[in-house]
């Protein structure tokens, strides 16, 4: 089949086994990768070619981008080609009057927001993976990361889209239009579609105005439930970014992983990271009048905030690095959210719940709070059989998603579902709207080569 493969197509193709294991899984730790070959696409009629001939031959593809995904969204371990678009990685064009970016699926994100920097505008949607992470992975996941409180998701940007379905025909959605009342928006169906309907293929993102300066304001909070608390009290005096909270257990894991200090004298249970943006000067005064409020009212012990820019960078890599620093514990993440006005009440049960059917696990606790995204990390001890780890998450994780979907949230708040949380899905999509989505990629992907076994059960 590899010798086909090569006679058919043009573009690159490996299937040297240091590149199997490397392009065959994500940041998901719990699959074997198996893939039969990686196949580096140029453009998108290369996409064409390979899709055509997958239906031919009833060959599975499986997308890859940065591969940073964290549900197993980007796994191949069933002998399927990896498609890995980081050869696709060109800016293609911009206008600045529509303040739209043309550009391949490859292109890091981190590229794309110097990209709009360096056009004096901003490119919003921020994570802790935007060094590695690429846009049509973005895309595919609708990703949201730490900034989704003021800018909402990747979704929110999407212009347009260009995309090969698992029939091999090739689609141009919505030309970067503003308005455009003509029916069913395609567009939206692949934004955050895993891979499973077909392949992103070019992209039209739209851009920012420049923010105001920015501030980083981190607090002591004795008590998880009080989160919430806090943020209303900064959201009726400051114009917030972003809002995210982390655990003393996080911290000491990025203060082990990176040499980092710790920000206060004495530890506490939680920390408030909040950012802000300042228009005027009296901004300055009113972060400070909230700050008194919070410990006022007990909800704060201690505080701190950036002085300078290198200030703000540090306080935010105390959050952004949690995920690098725990990823070689093998962690079993519950990425939840509901909405935020239930937070509090929430978070108490999950508390509750998780003290009691994780008595023996290191629980560690982070997440953009701000929209009501809670991250929600169980440990692998060291003794533990990897595979005997993720099956009792698995059964322990079952009384966490039936109070996820009592408090009517979703089990997957920005990783996707991807293999690790498709059994799940039932606590948040009705058994009717699991079946209107396999409807859907029926229709899309008739023969099902299109990154199978992955969201749908």
């Known amino acids: 089949m590899l010798d086909l493969l090569r006679t058919e197509l043009t573009c690159p193709i490996t299937a040297e086994a240091e590149a199997l294991q490397k392009y065959g899984l994500d940041w998901t730790r719990f699959y074997i990768p198996a893939p039969l070959a990686v196949v580096f696409p140029l453009c998108a009629d290369d996409v064409v070619s390979l899709v055509k001939f997958a239906n031919r031959h009833g060959l599975a593809l499986v997308p890859s981008g940065g591969r940073t995904g964290l549900s197993g969204g980007a796994v191949a371990n069933n002998g399927e080609l990896v498609v890995s678009f980081e050869k696709m990685n060109k800016i293609l064009d911009y206008e600045p009057v529509d303040q739209c970016v043309v550009l391949q699926p490859g292109v890091i994100t981190q590229q794309l927001q110097a990209f709009a920097e360096a056009h004096d505008c901003l490119y919003p949607v921020d994570f802790a993976s935007s ?11 609708n990703a ?10 990747t979704r929110d940007w999407v212009a347009g889209l260009k995309v090969v379905t698992g029939t091999g025909e090739l689609l141009d ?8 009342a003509t029916g069913y928006d395609f567009r939206h169906l692949f934004i955050g579609s895993e891979g499973t309907l077909g392949m992103i293929v070019e992209a039209t993102i739209r851009l920012a105005p420049k923010s105001g300066d920015l501030h980083v304001l981190l607090l002591a909070v004795p008590e998880m439930t009080k989160i919430i608390a806090v943020l209303e009290a900064f959201r009726q005096k400051v114009h917030l970014t972003a809002y995210e909270f982390f655990s003393e257990a996080a911290l000491q894991h990025v203060i082990h992983h990176t040499g980092a200090t710790h920000p206060f004298g004495s530890a506490t249970a939680f920390y408030a990271l909040i950012e802000y943006e300042t228009l005027a000067a009296e901004d300055q005064d009113a972060s400070l009048a909230a700050f008194e409020a919070c410990v006022e009212a007990g909800w704060a012990v201690d505080g701190v905030v950036s002085a300078s820019e290198a200030q703000r960078r540090d306080l935010w890599r105390l959050r952004e690095n949690i995920s690098e620093s725990i990823t070689r514990f093998t962690p079993y993440k519950n990425d939840i959210a509901v909405r935020v006005s239930k937070v509090p009440d929430f978070l108490a049960a999950v508390d509750a719940e998780v003290g009691q059917r994780y008595p023996d696990f290191e629980i560690v606790w982070f997440g953009h709070i701000g929209d009501g995204n809670l991250h929600l990390n169980i440990l692998k001890p060291a003794a533990l059989a990897t595979a005997t780890f993720k099956a009792q998450c698995e059964q322990v994780s079952e009384y966490v998603m039936a109070l996820v979907a009592r408090f009517e949230g979703s089990v997957s708040a920005e990783h996707g579902v991807g293999l690790l949380k498709k059994g799940q899905l039932h606590h948040t999509r009705s058994a009717t709207e699991i079946a209107l989505m396999q409807a859907v990629k029926s229709v899309f992907d008739p023969n099902n080569i299109m990154n199978p076994g992955k969201l749908l059960p």
């Open 173 to 180: 959605l919505n030309k970067g239009l503003v308005k455009n």
């Open 131 to 141: 060094g590695s992470s690429q846009i049509g992975g973005n895309i595919a996941t």
């Open 144 to 153: 949201g990361g730490i900034k989704v409180l003021r800018y909402g998701l």
